[in-house]
């Protein structure tokens, strides 16, 4: 999945998204978690995830590097961190990963 442009009019660079098939994986999960508790809260899950991702287009190297080239941010209102690194206009999301299981799936786990 890859999304997004190379520049645009106003010459501000525009960076493509790619998401890891962990990410995808990680994503739907929470989604579908988050709609079995109460309905219509996967798609508010859904809405802070995108939101996150248009805040982490404007301004890319703000987040935390968790890692040399991993950066970190953090869903609003819900407990999940995005992982993703920048190379470029490329923005590679790499997993989507709940903070009570983050010290254990990562960095240590690494899905490409």
């Known amino acids: 999945m890859e999304s997004g442009k190379n520049a645009s009019k106003n010459g501000f660079v525009a960076?493509?998204?790619k998401f890891s098939g962990r990410a995808?994986?990680?994503?739907?999960?929470?989604?579908?978690?988050?709609?079995?508790?109460?309905?219509g809260l996967g798609?508010?899950?859904?809405?802070?995830?995108?939101l996150q991702l248009k805040r982490l287009e404007q301004v890319l190297l703000l987040y935390t590097e968790i890692i040399p080239g991993v950066r970190r941010t953090l869903l609003p209102r819900f407990p999940y961190g995005?992982?993703?690194?920048?190379?470029?206009?490329?923005?590679?999301?790499?997993?989507?990963?709940?903070?009570?299981?983050?010290s254990r799936r990562w960095p240590g786990e690494r899905s490409r």
């Open 82 to 102: 995005v992982f993703y690194s920048v190379k470029n206009d490329l923005v590679h999301v790499l997993a989507v990963i709940h903070h009570a299981q983050s």
């Open 15 to 17: 960076y493509r998204l």
């Open 43 to 50: 798609f508010e899950f859904e809405l802070a995830f995108e």
């Open 24 to 39: 995808l994986r990680e994503i739907g999960e929470a989604f579908d978690w988050y709609e079995k508790q109460s309905e």
